[in-house]
């Protein structure tokens, strides 16, 4: 009798929870569809955060929108430039502790 392996350790259904960490290779990617609103709202949220963090993922994208504005690929809207910059510095903020 070997009963040292219990059969019911076998839960891989982890689902949604498991969200990768976005990596610049991604971040590049996704960039249109995310100015495009294509993305969910937890790829949104992952995006979002990544570009927080990565200088370079954030000079792209604005690239990325400028060159979307000159084309004219996307309609004329209001960006939320202020909100990005609120959002970096509470990052910061959190980076420098209390
Ligand atoms: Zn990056």
Sequence with gaps: MDASEPERSETTDVGEMNVPVLTCRDVTELVTSYL????????????RFDIGLCRDCRQYIRQVR??????????????????????????RGMKKGS
């Design 66 to 91: 400028r060159t979307i504005h000159l084309v004219g690929a996307l309609p004329e809207e209001p960006v939320p430039d202020k909100v990005c910059q609120d959002l970096l510095e509470r990052f």
């Design 36 to 47: 495009e609103g294509h993305l969910s709202f937890w790829q949104r949220v992952r995006f």
